[in-house]
Nanobody, 128 residues
């Protein structure tokens, strides 16, 4: 079992940057793959980025490639999402998620159903 708490959301102008953090409790964090997903009003939750247990494998949605970077610090039980060049269409609630597996197959990262644990979310609003 792992509990996830996101922070770092807020209001930013288009072109700006934010860094989200996800603090995890539980002794098994370093053995879990982690991901970030988001949900905009009236839309389904969608995958944003994922990272394997060691950080050696990362995976991104096409919409954020080159702008967002996922990373993790297992010593601090924390996963991060650095978001640069933000666009109004990035506005959403961002959720941290964990998988009870060290990594996922390439076809699985993008499926929100692959994730076992979820945080409560943090709001990101990008103004134009």
């Amino acid at each position: 079992q792992v509990q996830l708490v996101e922070s770092g959301g807020g209001l930013v102008q288009a072109g700006g940057s934010l860094r989200l953090s996800c603090a995890a409790s539980g002794r098994d964090f370093s053995t879990y793959a982690m991901g970030w997903c988001r949900q905009a009003p009236g839309k389904e939750r969608e995958f944003v980025a994922g990272i394997s247990w060691s950080g050696g494998t990362t995976y991104y949605a096409d919409s954020v490639k080159g702008r967002f970077t996922i990373s993790r610090d297992n010593a601090k039980n924390t996963v991060y999402l650095q978001m640069n060049s933000l666009k109004p269409e990035d506005t959403a609630v961002y959720y941290c998620a964990a998988v009870r597996s060290p990594t996922l197959g390439a076809s699985s990262w993008g499926r929100t159903t692959a994730y076992d644990y979820w945080g409560q979310g943090t709001q990101v609003t990008v103004s134009s």
